[in-house]
């Protein structure tokens, strides 16, 4: 008898009908520099005009154990926009926008109402931050994953004036940090928040906490924030550096951008920590240290900025109706002293 590749596990009509999704909602991202995108073996699009010496930034992320979540749940369309998000904050550090977005999703076997619900977060996350998403890949890895999981990955192109990067040579021993408000969790730490609420204190994932508001699956499945637009909206003069609060927390992304002779203090308490992060920490119970590394604790970006200039910062955020405080400082460091200091 004849095998065909979906006796394989390959069905190539769902994949085309996924690939026909993904041109329906590419379309609605567009920039007017894109010349070809989704459906083509490559993308082609111009820089945007107005740029004279324009240096291009790129960068690639996932969304990481979030994934297990949404499959959990049932619902995928919120996983999209966190994709999107980790990668173009990343390059907001440097000071650039984001031109163009590609994603990768792979699963064992292609359930297409599931990855349109994915596509359609990429292409919100994709209009949030102002960029195109321009082609992408679906893959079917029959036999490597198990039944109903998949993974996802993204790829981000940007543009930044070569006068314009933010690349943390300004930052002086005075400077203050401005630490922006996240939405939650993100898109890190999900291993040990699963570990802690699902594995040791055994709680549903429908459940209703009341610390919380809301559903224990609505605030884990709550959207990485975009942060492209009010940054974008605030005098790149005024600031020295950026840093996107991810993987490792605090501790180790604050001071990614600082010379060398540099560290950071940052006051504990100058900003309230959300109460997911406190159910995690008690739940645990986790070390508020393993917090500190792990965690964004309510903070998802952070500004460098002088002195002078960082109530004026807060207040144009305050205008744009963006939470933020000022939660530490620039000091300079002592060779073999940790970089980033804890004060309360």
């Given amino acids: 008898m004849a095998v065909t590749y979906r006796d394989a596990g390959v069905d190539i009509e769902k994949g085309e009908r996924v690939a026909r999704a993904a041109a329906r909602w590419a379309r609605r991202t567009q920039r007017p520099e894109v010349i070809s995108g ?17 240096l291009l930034v790129a960068a690639t992320d996932g969304v990481g154990t979030k994934l297990a979540i949404a499959n959990m749940v049932g619902r995928h369309d919120t996983v999209g926009i966190d994709l999107v998000a980790m990668n173009v904050n990343d390059i907001l550090t440097l000071g650039a926008e984001p031109l163009a977005f590609l994603d990768y999703f792979v699963t064992e076997r ?17 209009r949030l931050a102002g960029c195109a ?6 893959a079917e890895h029959p036999g490597c994953m198990r039944t109903g999981e998949y993974d996802l990955a993204g790829f981000v192109v ?37 570990h802690v609420l699902f594995e040791r204190a055994r709680l549903d994932v429908q459940a209703h906490l009341p610390e919380l508001q809301r559903s224990l699956a609505e605030e884990l499945l709550e959207p990485t924030r975009i942060y492209v637009p009010v940054i ?24 990614r ?15 309230p920590v959300p109460p ?26 952070v500004l460098v900025v002088s002195a002078a200039n960082a109530n004026h910062i807060v207040a144009a955020l305050r205008r744009r109706r ?19 200091a804890f004060v309360h």
């Fill in 158 to 194: 940007g543009v930044v004036e070569e006068g314009k990067v933010v690349d943390g040579r300004r930052i002086r021993a005075g400077d203050v940090l401005v630490g922006i408000e996240s939405s939650g969790l993100h898109s890190n730490g999900f291993s040990l928040v699963r």
């Fill in 232 to 255: 974008r909206s605030l005098p790149v003069p005024d600031i020295h550096g950026m840093a996107h609060i991810t993987g490792g927390g605090l501790v180790e992304n604050v001071p």
């Fill in 38 to 54: 989704v459906g083509g073996f490559g993308a082609l699009f111009r820089l945007p005009r107005g740029y004279r010496r324009p």
């Fill in 322 to 340: 963006v939470r933020s405080w000022v939660i530490g400082e620039v000091i300079r460091r002592r060779p073999g002293v940790p970089r980033v």
């Fill in 133 to 138: 998403l321009v082609g992408g890949e679906t």
């Fill in 257 to 271: 951008s600082f010379p060398r002779a540099l560290g950071a203090r940052i006051v504990r308490g100058s900003w």
């Fill in 110 to 126: 292609l359930e297409p109402a599931i990855a349109e619900q994915v596509l359609r977060g990429i292409a919100r996350g994709c």
């Fill in 276 to 301: 997911i992060f406190e159910l995690v920490q008690r739940l645990g119970p986790v070390p508020e240290e393993e917090m500190l590394r792990t965690f964004n604790m309510g903070i998802g970006f």
